[in-house]
């Protein structure tokens, strides 16, 4: 029997990456459902916090308190899985934007410009902890105004860090990447597999 981890995500894009190597996991829900933000993790930022402290903090502590959770339903041991993805734009942090209003504001931010793409991982088993930082650089081409209205309206900017998915409608946006695909997409698959075989789980 292959052995598993947990991942504590709700991102069906980091389940569908998990899949495509052939990790077997279980989804460590949040308290209250799939629905919202996890009540364990603050995910605002901290007084002059860089972008890459912020995913490496966030993806830390959301891993940490996966171990948490399993203690408390008594669950089986299994290491837990946990990422977080931002973007940076001149020193600025992005994540997920607030509203549609918001989401149009980021993607005029993003048009015509490269930005940065940090995504950082953790697991941990409750004795140790590891993580490790992927960042890719993404340039967009220049966007209309209509094209980024009708790109909201697809409803596929509101969940994702920087209002976009590479992976979705956006392609089209993304003039050049230099970095990790998979690691856009929110899971970076070289780093996991490096963190996956330090906790014995060879892929």
Do not use: C
């Amino acid at each position: 029997m292959n052995p598993r981890i947990y991942l504590a995500s709700k991102s069906p894009r980091r389940r569908d990456l998990l899949r495509q190597i052939g990790v077997q996991f279980d989804v460590l829900t949040f308290r209250g459902g799939e629905r919202g933000e996890d009540p364990d993790v603050d995910e605002s930022t901290l007084q002059g916090e860089g972008v890459e402290r912020y995913v490496e903090r966030l993806a830390l502590t959301k891993a940490q308190a996966g171990v948490r959770r399993i203690q408390w339903r008594k669950l089986l041991r299994h290491p837990v899985l946990a990422a977080d993805t931002a973007l940076e734009l001149n020193g600025d942090i992005i994540g997920k934007p607030t509203d549609a209003a918001d989401a149009q504001a980021i993607l005029r931010r993003l048009s015509g410009r490269r930005h940065r793409v940090l995504t950082a991982l953790a697991i941990s088993d409750g004795e140790r902890t590891r993580s490790k930082l992927s960042i890719s650089t993404v340039k967009f081409r220049e966007l209309t105004d209509l094209e980024i209205r009708h790109y909201i309206a697809t409803g596929e900017p509101m969940d994702k860090a920087g209002a976009y998915g590479i992976q979705g409608k956006a392609a089209v946006f993304i003039e050049e990447i230099h970095g990790s695909y998979s690691g856009i997409m929110g899971l970076p698959l070289f780093e996991t597999a490096q963190l996956l075989e330090t906790f014995g789980y060879p892929l």
